[in-house]
């Protein structure tokens, strides 16, 4: 069967693309890294490729705020994407990737292209690079997290992740059409504050899908933890299954080929 | 515009009026040279002389004639460098080191498949900057070290960043001088520093270090390193006669003039602020990103950073043996008004010069420009042997390359070296239970937690971060060394080879004994390795030397000391140098006027291959039942330790390393963590057994029982605080399931070690005295309560 | 063709009601430092823009850009950073700039994206941040302060005003 061609959309600034690239070879797909400026010139085009990963990083070094210049740069050059995005193409926003999401107006989706929410420095004030455990909901239809266990571990690395949404009453909605998808908890489980929620984001959001299960935002990073050896008590042997990440580009792969 | 010429006459006033650091001798050089030549020099030749003849450029010290005295005999050293790193690696010659003190950073073989990749290694320092402005310095002396490594050959992909700080205690309350900044400010700062520009590059930063010492108040440390990864085809750089001389990255601008010479000389009060920049990380990545892509498409002979000396450096050392000519009014500017001299010689950051076939030009240019990154082409190569600079028609520089490379005259600098009288500790002295020891150990600022730091710097991203800086249960225990598998830079997943880096430094010991300081630093530093399971019979080292000033004979006398003990080491253990650097004239005027120099230091870094990082080690202990082995012998060995510190007890030797025993010992444990006879390993250091058996315990939260009388001892020992808190070097403490002890003890044949206690599931440390009766126990929340309060505490 | 330039500064805060980490970490380095009279301090993003922008176009970067719709508001000051004014004696203004011969990275980033934007590039942006902080201080222990904690006069130019008419 033919390899699933991947964008994984680059700017000046973007630095988890090589390992992201890695991870999706790993699972069959033909992934590209491919500058946004070659959108700009219109000598590559987003309908082309099957799914789209933006990864993490900091791209046009974070300056104003987390995102904001290559959100508005997707705005400008990938016109297509919300077409993309009805077409069930998988989209993935990795870190500073969902940032992007966030503040292009992808998710949380909304009618309108507006940005219905955002992010703000972390609760502590400072950068955080930790691993944490997440709770996945189990209702929600995201395509990544098919047969995955509902409580999963994954490392965060960033100094803008907590979440802000516009109104309460958006988290509501959320909440009923099931598109907060990813959660920070302890590790029984709980709903808990620092350093367990590392920004201290609404509603311990750390990851967020649309209705349809097809684009996903999240803090965490999947590209590492692709090898049992990335998680930080593999010399423990507790951890013995393989990298939760590793699975959800599969679940990507495979939701293109079907 | 008219280039400015300098009159020969007046050549000392000018010096001092640009800060240019030359002494009389070589300013006498220079007159005889323009005197030969019939013609006064211009500013911007003096400038690019002083530039490459600086301290910080040619190593003068390191490299020029010393004659050395230690009370006995005299002798003249002709190059210190030369007869001892230099000549350790020389006489060792590994075939694994590809480059040795050439190219901008070491490199040696890395990976399975023999001959496909290399990995580079480079540290600097960047104190004088961050003295004056802690922030922007951590991040242009990251930026430098960066693309040190970009600079190696044609370029490595950086996979791991190092920092190594020393700086005075964050609550230090006494006087500061006019303009000095706080300890605390400094260190707050130098960690945004790096950690901005480290995690906005993609680097990860996850292998360093912290010490503390009241001398470094004026005059804070700041190491940076990097590590790279190369294919070997891209080790060679050529500069041909017609290669085209192109700038990449950032703009030239005013900012960073006279760095070098800056750093050459003393701090004081009117130290150059324009020597002092912020960094532009996203310039950095860009030139990162855009330069890698290039050396992929071969499109460049030769490439080399803009360090100090800016574009005069740079092309003078690509240009050497050959020759170049420039033209200025060809560079990209910041500012229109720029004079050309200040263009030639501007330390504006991310900067690199490349050497380009004119047919690659076009396709180069192309690359740049996907990358948004900007390149101008400001010359050629040539092979008239004389460097030549023009700004729009009007010669700024005209000089003989040989003259700038080799003209500098060798001034003989003295040294002298008293050994301090070996003056006995007396333990018998001790007040404070083992219990308050090891709590004030635990909580000292050498050895608490650095999580606060740690947790700021993005030390996973590139995915490749195996072994890592936190460890254990709840990832917050302190690890030897990271293990760093780099698959980001080789694209291939299914390669498990990887590498480990570890540091070594303790000025305390420097204080008593410099020698033995650096045997010291480096057995340290190959402990740590073994720790996580590296191969430390191909480990390599980097030196770095921060030294007061090398005029005052006796600061001159201990770096002697200090150089002879690494090359000892370096043929003791086996263990090659690749790279080093030194940073002199480490001194300011304090408070009261007095010149207040930093305790001499030497940061010894290691680097060895991890054949397959599924079989790296942590150091937390696995579980309840076990036995744990001390390897090593423990021995009165009181001087510069904390134990000292803790009961004031002065004096005493620094812990001697008998480098043979050493290196058998070290190559026995790393074979029999290799067979995976060992679950968890750990290296004594400051505070010896107690605080090593506790971080182990804490970290695992298994409980450990240690027995005093078991421990192996260089002599008679009554004290269980000496036993417990001595820093004798190059111990181990080994966590072994029973059924593997009897393989252990095998594999360890001729090795001292001893077991001395089991691991157990109640979570305390306790341990037996000499007596037989319990001399300490405690629950282990405690003792790590008291290892994670310190930063956080002075900190927040 | 040459477009008259003029100065302009765009200030971006966060909403009221969200926390400001990094107005928190100046205001308790500030207590750390001393000054333990100050009681609030709100940090604001100044953007001073050198541009042929009109009215219309500095709102639209302010709105579309510089200003986060979700978290921030924003206002559009003419001329160079100046001082709000504020009502009563203990509100001082802290500004942090970056000194002209320092790198501005963020202000780079602003300047090309401006002109991603359709728009007339600006001749020059830079970036710095004003601290608004509440509480009874003296002038003079308070630009110690900022000097020992907040800015660098090495790089950074630092202006302290009384907020009060």
């Known amino acids: 069967m033919k390899a699933p061609k991947i964008l994984i959309l680059r700017a000046a600034g973007t630095n988890c693309d090589l390992e992201t690239e890695n991870a999706l070879r790993a699972v069959g797909a033909a992934p590209e890294r491919v500058h946004v400026g070659q959108f700009r010139s219109g000598r590559r085009r987003l309908m082309d490729f099957d799914a789209l990963v933006i990864p993490g990083g900091f791209s046009y070094g974070d300056d104003i705020a987390a995102g904001r210049v290559l959100a508005n740069q997707v705005r400008l050059y990938l016109k297509d994407l919300r077409q993309f995005v009805r077409l069930g193409r998988p989209v993935l926003g990795i870190c500073n990737g969902f940032q992007v999401l966030v503040k292009a107006g992808i998710l949380p989706a909304s009618n309108t292209c507006e940005q219905t929410a955002s992010f703000t420095v972390n609760d502590s004030g400072r950068f955080e690079s930790r691993w944490v455990n997440l709770r996945i909901n189990s209702q929600s239809s995201c395509i990544f997290f098919k047969g995955l266990p509902e409580m999963i571990e994954l490392p965060v690395a960033h100094g803008e992740g907590k979440l802000v949404l516009k109104s309460p009453r958006q988290l509501e909605e959320m909440k009923k059409n099931k598109t907060i998808v990813l959660q920070y908890v302890s590790d029984d489980g709980k709903i808990s504050g620092y350093p367990d929620n590392p920004n201290g984001s609404v509603f311990n959001i750390a990851g967020l899908c649309n209705a349809e299960g097809n684009v996903l935002g999240l803090m965490p990073h999947p590209e590492r933890f692709t090898a049992i050896h990335h998680h930080p008590n593999w010399t423990r042997q507790t951890f013995l299954k393989s990298g939760v990440g590793l699975e959800m580009f599969r679940n990507a792969v495979q939701h293109c080929r079907s | ?796 | 063709m040459s477009v008259k330039t003029a100065a302009w500064t765009i200030e971006v805060k966060l909403k009221a009601d969200l926390a400001d980490a990094e107005g928190q970490s100046a205001l308790s380095l500030l207590q750390g430092l001393g000054v333990l009279t100050t009681r609030a301090c709100r940090a604001t993003r100044l953007y001073e823009l050198r541009c042929g922008l009109n009215a219309a176009q500095l709102q639209q970067v302010a709105r579309e850009l510089l200003c986060d719709p979700i978290t921030q508001d924003f206002r559009v000051v003419p001329g160079g950073a100046r001082p709000p004014v504020l009502n009563g004696m203990t509100h001082w203004r802290v500004e942090v700039w970056p000194k002209g011969s320092v790198a501005d990275p963020a202000g780079e980033t602003v300047r090309s994206a401006i002109a991603e934007m359709g728009l007339p590039q600006p001749e020059r942006v830079r970036v710095g941040t004003a601290y608004l902080i509440s509480g009874r201080c003296g002038r003079g222990q308070l630009e110690k302060a900022v000097v020992r904690g907040l800015a660098n006069p090495v790089v950074h130019d630092a202006a302290v005003t009384e907020s009060h008419p």
């Open chain 2, 1 to 796: 515009m008219i280039a400015e010429i300098q009159p020969l006459e007046d050549l000392e006033s000018a010096c001092r009026r640009h800060s240019w650091s030359l002494n009389a001798q070589e300013l006498a050089a220079v007159r005889r040279h323009f005197k030969a030549l019939r013609r006064a020099p211009t500013r911007a030749e003096l400038e690019s002389i002083a530039q490459t003849w600086s301290e910080h450029c040619k190593h003068k010290t390191f490299t020029g004639p010393i004659r050395f005295s230690d009370g006995k005999k005299t002798e003249r050293i002709a190059n210190l460098f030369d007869r001892t790193i230099a000549k350790a690696t020389r006489e060792l010659a590994r075939p694994w080191c590809l480059s040795s003190f050439k190219d901008n950073a070491g490199v040696v073989a890395f990976g399975k498949k023999k001959g496909r990749w290399a990995v580079a290694f480079k540290v600097e320092t960047h104190n004088h900057p961050c003295a004056i402005e802690p922030y922007g310095g951590a991040e242009t002396g990251v930026g430098g070290v960066v693309r040190d490594v970009l600079g190696v050959g044609l370029g490595a992909k950086p996979v791991l960043n190092t920092d190594v700080f020393c700086f005075a205690a964050p609550d230090f309350d006494g006087p500061l001088p006019e303009g000095a900044l706080h300890p605390k400010r400094t260190l707050r700062s130098v960690v945004a520093g790096v950690r901005d520009y480290g995690n906005r590059l993609g680097i990860p930063t996850a292998a360093g270090g912290l010490c503390f010492d009241p001398g470094y108040r004026l005059n804070p440390l700041v190491f940076v390193g990097t590590v790279g990864l190369l294919p070997t085809w891209a080790l060679k750089k050529e500069v041909k006669a017609g290669d085209l001389i192109v700038a990449a990255g950032g703009r030239t601008g005013r900012d960073g003039l006279h760095g070098a010479t800056f750093s050459s000389a003393g701090l004081s009060a009117d130290s150059p602020a324009s020597a002092v920049q912020i960094g532009h990380p996203l310039n950095e990545k860009k030139l990162l990103d855009a330069l890698l892509a290039a050396r992929d498409k071969r499109l460049y002979r030769a490439v080399t950073d803009c360090g100090a000396g800016g574009f005069s450096s740079a092309v003078g050392e690509m240009a050497e043996g050959r020759g170049a000519r420039v033209r200025l009014e060809n560079a990209k500017l910041k500012a229109s008004d720029l004079k050309p001299w200040e263009i030639w010689l501007s330390e504006s950051q991310e900067r690199m010069v490349l050497a380009v076939p004119p047919k690659n030009l076009k396709a180069l240019s192309e690359v740049f420009a996907a990358e948004d990154c900007e390149l101008s082409v400001l010359g050629e190569f040539t092979s008239t042997g004389r460097l030549v600079v023009t700004h729009e028609g009007q010669a700024v520089v005209d000089l003989d390359l040989k003259f700038l490379h080799h003209g500098l005259p060798r001034v003989e600098k003295t040294a002298v070296w008293t050994a301090p009288k070996p003056q006995a500790v007396k333990v018998e002295q001790v007040k404070r239970s083992p219990a308050e020891i090891l709590k004030f150990c635990l909580s000292h600022l050498n050895v608490c937690s650095r999580e606060w730091i740690i947790r700021q710097y993005d030390h996973e991203v590139q995915a490749g971060t195996v072994i890592k800086p936190l460890q254990g249960v709840r990832h917050d225990g302190p690890g030897d060394a990271c293990v760093i598998w780099p698959h980001a830079a080789t694209g291939e997943m299914k390669d498990f080879s990887a590498f480990a880096v570890s540091h070594g430094l303790n000025p305390a010991y420097g204080r008593l004994d410099p020698y033995r300081m650096a045997l010291a630093c480096v057995d340290e530093a190959l402990r740590n390795l073994i720790c996580v399971g590296a191969d430390v019979e191909h480990a390599v080292l980097l030196d770095n030397f921060c030294w007061a000033s090398p005029d005052d004979p006796r600061q001159l006398g201990a770096l002697v000391r200090a150089a002879q003990g690494c090359h000892d080491a370096a043929k003791g253990f086996g263990t090659p140098f690749i790279s080093g650097k030194d940073s002199l004239y480490n001194q300011s005027k304090d408070a009261n006027g007095k010149d207040a120099a930093i305790p001499g230091t030497l940061l010894i870094s290691a680097l060895a291959p991890v054949a397959d990082a599924r079989r790296a080690l942590t150091m937390d202990i696995k579980g309840p039942g076990n036995a744990l082995y001390l390897v090593g012998c423990t021995g009165e060995e009181l001087g510069g330790s904390l134990l000292a510190q803790a009961c004031d007890l002065p004096g005493g030797c620094a812990p001697k390393v008998d480098p043979k025993t050493a290196a058998s010992a070290f190559k026995a444990v790393a074979a029999a963590i290799a067979k995976g006879l060992v679950l968890s390993a750990h290296d004594l250091s400051e505070g010896g057994l107690a605080v090593a058996a506790a971080e182990m315990s804490f970290s695992g939260e298994f409980g450990a029982a240690i027995d005093l009388d078991m421990v192996a001892k260089a002599g008679p020992i009554y004290s269980n605080e000496v036993l417990l808190f001595c820093e004798s070097q190059s111990r181990l403490l080994l966590e072994v399931k029973p059924e593997k002890e009897a393989a252990l003890l095998k594999a360890l044949k001729g090795v001292v070690v001893k077991r001395v206690g089991v691991t157990m599931a109640n979570p305390i440390l306790k341990v037996i005295g000499l007596d037989g009766l319990v001399c300490l126990e405690e629950p282990l929340c405690a003792l790590k309560a008291a290892w994670q309060g310190t930063l956080p505490r002075l900190l927040s």
